[in-house]
């Protein structure tokens, strides 16, 4: 399906000056047909003024970044973009299947059925078949899904959009707004399915059969370009453009996140002792080698094993050491 853009059709303002003159005219035959006992003159003034109601419907004011979709009889005819007065068949009806669409996004029309509206103009705002061409941002629902290595992890994305051809977006797909959804849902599953939670050995996420560190919490940019495009891939029939995708929630599913979290503690725990047992037996190995260079005391193997071992308890523990004067021999 091809967009037909409806570019001369800004006749609106003469269409209602037309209008407005065969009302009145209308008007004054029936009444002068009436003043002077003329039936066939109010006759001719019935049918004028039925021809002026019939005229009305054909009239059409559109705001920036709005468009109509027009059908006659069934017949996609063309579709009005662009601000302006515009005047059309008026037996040509709008169509948008997503008019009433509720979905969690910027623009949608509010959460109400046409009968409980509160007034005319809200009435007449839900019941708009026109299309926003504004660039809007869709904010899907929380996901569990599990990742490559198969903990489940939660997570939301923030999808910028806009429509750019309002034929496909009609025609090609039942209700674009519940297609983009959904297909952002799909295509946020197959990425994330890719990636681990955090950096793990062994993984690769590129598709090249080389392992790599890329993660969902390491790589947010990278795996938002990646949803992005898996998104516009499949929404291109439906004529919409993905803007921009973000990740907008990530976390561990409830049912792990505390595992997880002393998970990462331990390995912080690990990492930190790891670093405190390398700079005291460098320490070690300094107050060595200086009590030797000065030759400050001489000291046997098994001494020197005592020293090593006092000085890593002292370096190495948790807690403030209380030191041990020896106010006699060495030995």
Known sequence: MQEIQLNNKKHGMSMLAVIVLLFALSVGLIIGGAVADV????????????????????????????????????????????????????????????AKTKLNQSGDVKQAVLGAAKDSAEAAELSSKKISLKIMTLNNNRQKINDCLGNPVEIGIAVTWKVVDTAKAVFNVDNYKEYLSLQCDSALRNIVRIY?????????????????????????????????????????????????????????????????????????????????????????????????ENNVVTLDEERKAAMVSNLLVVLCGNHDAQPVVNSGSLY
């Open 196 to 292: 681990p939670y955090d950096v793990a050995p062994g993984v690769d996420t590129t598709g090249d059969g080389v392992a790599d560190e890329g993660s969902l919490r390491g790589s947010s940019e990278v795996v938002a370009s990646r949803i992005r495009d898996e998104i516009q891939s499949r929404v291109n029939e439906a004529g919409i453009e993905v803007i921009e995708a973000r990740i907008t929630y990530l976390a561990y599913a409830p049912e792990i996140a505390a595992v997880m979290l002393q998970r990462q503690q331990a390995s912080a725990i690990i990492d930190a002792r790891k670093m405190i047992v390398d700079g005291a037996v460098g320490m070690v190995e300094m107050a060595l080698e200086r009590l030797n």
């Open 39 to 98: 039936i066939a003159v109010s006759v001719v003034g019935f049918i004028l003024l039925v021809v002026d109601f019939v005229l009305m419907p054909g009239l059409k004011i559109l705001k920036p970044q709005e468009a109509l979709v027009l059908t006659l009889f069934g017949k996609y005819i063309g579709s009005l973009k662009g601000e302006g007065f515009y005047y059309v068949n008026p037996f040509s009806s709008a169509v948008n299947p997503a």
